[in-house]
């Protein structure tokens, strides 16, 4: 009996939130939040989204009943019920933190039009036109090029102490897929350690997965065998930096610090903080303001973040090597993907088209390079830098 | 002569097996153990989280059951859980331990995925969806053949080969993932517009519950009344005995197999073509394995199938609820499934053998 009237007080509930869903304005009181990611915090990559989203939370001061976190939610049609099942309880805001998540929480944003969904990683948004669908990503190429500066001058410091020729110093990646997020990663990273050790060269193992601990480290491993003087990836397990503390190996880490694992070989991480983002997505649902199809921003708003550097590992003025970056970078006067810095098969590129309007048949489709410089997540958030530069090796493709 | 006092020590019980029980006791018997499940999942929540039992109870009544939607997902998890269950009983009554069930309902998917891309834009929806069932069905049923063509003809391990065969369809439902991802490289895999299985009565997930429905009764009809269906209990029963009277084992072995995997293969097409309208190489989910657990809690019975997979479900609905209302870590509601599900188990052990308890020890005189 008892179970009957919780059912039905359930129910009505229910209703009563669907009944006050139709109100449009928002206010303080009633606001919900949904969150929906992919895993929990065991992995790095949902921790990093969960820490944020609580961050934002005590930011704005919700309750802990006006955010709701869904957790191990796969990417398929449990994603669309997940966002369905957030909107019932009266969310008018959802977020969702893996990339395969963006066609079912687009097929949400199109069933409940009075309900914003906003996806992070995702490409479509520009080129779908919904007004309540929206991606979001951040300018990490900046911070992937700021950790390269600390892994140039951590192989500086190595060349300088003789344990290897200047000639001799290549660089280990451990990527995931062969795919425009990543290889926009390991490129910056690549033009970032080039801009203060010229003679520097990299290779790239791909692993075939975003989180594969054992490959992850196995490619790392083969990395190392291969000559490599100091390792970074992306990929979101301890794999790799795992691999370089057992070999001695600096590493350039991801998605957050990875000092207390690795004291030894640990120089720098950097990261995507989406606690701006959160902030700002959720006011704009209070205030009754846009959201724009896409929002990218980078170190001066704190959406790109470095951890500390590891001053056991990381050469003499790592941070201040950093920070004069920064400062350039966020002033403009220094641009990650100058085309004056690298060359595609030997030449330097005036103009290319990318592919950056998703759609089956991978067609390029917009021209990305002006003023001398490739002009990355401008025309939508995620990443579309997908050429190959001379220097870096790709072992395997996973494509 | 003297008489000889002898102590005889006696364990203080025995356990023997029960020629049969009574349907009323065994009922107890479950109801009782449901009862001591919540009991010590009671103690558990309370102690590890503070939490009050009850309300953890009633959030997960209320995760599972609280809205239509819900209702209609339990259902739709149940609908999928339960295919892949009846698809495997057949084989596991025979006692051919068909662990392939993941990767013959992927291999059903995959079927499904390939006449989506590649047929979808030039066939009328009717044809393709003819198409599409007849290849999921003969793709899973293939993938089912094999290993039990390996045992019949050369008696091979169906364990071992069925186990093995999931990685292999696992492998290449990777690949193709991969090569199809939209965007081009990111393992994302594509959404496929063309012959999704269509909506009746307005609700999205009927056509599934019914296609099961029907499955589930023919099912039993199959095994219960169908010549086939008593080969089957034969084979299963004693190989020589099937052998005696006439049957043959390896055609009956194989025969199975082809329907196990068929019915696989359906599971795979309302997965790929009926919920997700994507295909990877986790759409499947476990399921081939907790299959084995509803199948095998069922005693084999289809009817009995349903109870058990809403069981499942509901524990898996109601565990997820309970994660996200008290921001508690997955493995929490992991626990108190377990806990549950060892119960239940564990109470067909008192429903099958009987414990005697004995006095001490007895006086015995020589």
Redesign the interface.
């Given at each position: 009996m008892k179970k009957i009237i919780t059912l039905i007080l359930a129910v009505a509930m229910v209703l009563s939130f669907a009944a006050c869903g139709n109100n449009t304005t928002v206010s303080e009181g009633n606001l919900k939040v949904g969150f929906i990611f992919l895993h929990d915090e065991n992995s790095t990559y949902d921790k990093n989204f969960m820490d944020s989203a609580k961050a934002a939370q005590e930011k704005l001061g919700l309750t802990d009943d006006q955010v709701i976190f869904k957790t191990n939610i796969p990417e398929g049609n449990e994603c669309y019920e997940a966002a369905a099942d957030l909107v019932d309880q009266g969310c008018t805001i959802i977020f969702a933190d893996s990339f395969g998540h963006e066609p079912y929480m687009l097929k949400a944003a199109k069933e409940f039009p009075n309900v914003q969904f906003c996806h992070s990683t995702g490409t479509t948004a520009h080129t779908e036109k919904l007004p309540n669908f929206h991606n979001a990503f951040a300018s990490i190429y900046e911070g992937r090029f700021l950790a390269g500066i600390a892994a140039g001058l951590k192989l500086n410091e190595m060349i300088e102490a003789g344990k290897f020729t200047a000639d001799e110093a290549k660089i280990g990646y451990v990527g995931a897929y062969t795919y425009a997020e990543v290889i926009s990663g390991y490129t910056s990273f690549f033009l970032g350690a080039r801009s203060v050790c010229p003679t520097a060269t990299m290779e790239v193992q791909f692993t075939g997965s975003w989180y594969d601990e054992a490959l992850e480290k196995e490619a790392a491993t083969k990395l190392i065998s291969n000559g490599c003087k100091l390792i970074s990836q992306h990929a979101d397990s301890m794999g790799a930096p795992t691999a370089c503390e057992n070999a001695g190996i600096p590493n350039v880490s991801y998605n957050g610090s990875t000092e207390k694992a690795c004291p030894n070989t640990f120089i720098v991480s950097s990261r995507i903080d989406w606690t701006p983002y959160y902030e700002f997505a959720i006011n704009a649902v209070k205030d009754g303001t846009e959201i724009p199809a896409d929002w990218c921003k980078g170190l001066e708003e704190g959406s790109v973040v470095l951890t500390a550097v590891n001053e056991k590992a990381a050469a003499k003025g790592t941070q201040e090597a950093i920070d004069k970056a920064a400062a350039e970078l966020k002033a403009g006067t220094l641009h990650v993907f100058d085309t004056a810095t690298f060359t595609v098969g030997g030449a330097a590129l005036d103009s290319y088209i990318a592919d950056v309007d998703t759609d089956a048949a991978y067609t390029p489709d917009t021209e990305v390079i002006k003023d001398g410089y490739f002009h990355e997540s401008e025309m939508r958030s995620a990443p579309y830098f997908d050429l190959k530069i001379d220097g870096i090796t790709l072992l395997n493709e996973m494509m | 002569m003297n008489n000889i006092l002898m102590k005889i020590q006696n364990p203080l019980f025995h356990i023997t097996k029960r020629a049969s029980i009574v349907w009323w006791k065994a009922w107890i018997i479950r109801i009782l153990a449901v009862v001591a499940a919540l009991l010590v999942s009671g103690i558990v929540t309370l102690a590890l989280t503070g939490l009050n039992p009850l309300k953890v109870y009633?959030t997960m009544?209320?995760g599972a059951?609280?809205?239509?939607?819900?209702m209609w997902?339990l259902l739709q998890n149940m609908a999928i859980l339960l295919c892949v269950a009846l698809a495997i009983t057949p084989a596991f009554k025979m006692k051919f331990w068909n662990l392939g069930a993941e990767g013959q309902v992927l291999i059903g998917g995959l079927a499904t995925e390939v006449c989506m891309i590649f047929l979808g834009p030039n066939l009328p929806t009717g044809l393709l969806l003819l198409v599409m069932v007849i290849a999921s069905v003969a793709a899973g049923a293939i993938w089912a053949f094999i290993p039990a063509f390996f045992k019949a003809r050369w008696n091979t391990n169906e364990s071992l080969f069925t186990l093995m065969m999931n990685y292999v369809a696992m492998q290449i439902v990777?690949f193709f993932t991969?090569l199809w991802s939209?965007?081009?490289?990111?393992?994302?895999?594509?959404?496929l517009e063309f012959g999704q299985l269509p909506v009746i009565g307005g609700q999205k997930y009927l056509l599934n519950v019914l296609i099961v429905a029907v499955l589930t009764i023919g099912m039993f009809i199959y095994l219960k009344y169908s010549k086939h269906g008593y080969e089957i209990s034969v084979v299963g029963e004693s190989e020589n005995t099937a052998k005696y009277i006439g049957i043959n084992v390896k055609k009956v072995i194989m025969r199975t197999m082809l329907l196990s995997g068929a019915i696989c293969g359906i599971a795979g097409l309302l997965l790929v073509a009926g919920?997700?309208?994507?295909l990877?190489s986790?759409?499947a989910?476990g399921r081939g394995f907790t299959a084995i657990m509803v199948s095998w809690l069922a005693k084999f019975d289809p009817i009995f199938m349903v109870l058990t997979s809403f069981l499942i479900v509901f524990m898996e609905k109601g565990a997820?609820k309970i994660?996200?209302v008290y921001?508690l870590?997955?493995s929490f509601s992991d626990i108190l499934t377990g806990i549950i599900i060892f119960f239940i188990i564990g109470c067909e052990f008192f429903i099958n053998y009987t414990i005697k308890f004995h006095s001490k020890s007895e006086e015995v005189r020589k």
């Open positions: - | 009633s009544i209320e059951l609280g809205t239509s939607r819900r997902m990777s991969l939209v965007p081009k490289g990111s393992g994302t895999p594509r959404m919920t997700d309208h994507s990877k986790d759409t989910g997820s994660s996200e921001r870590n997955a």
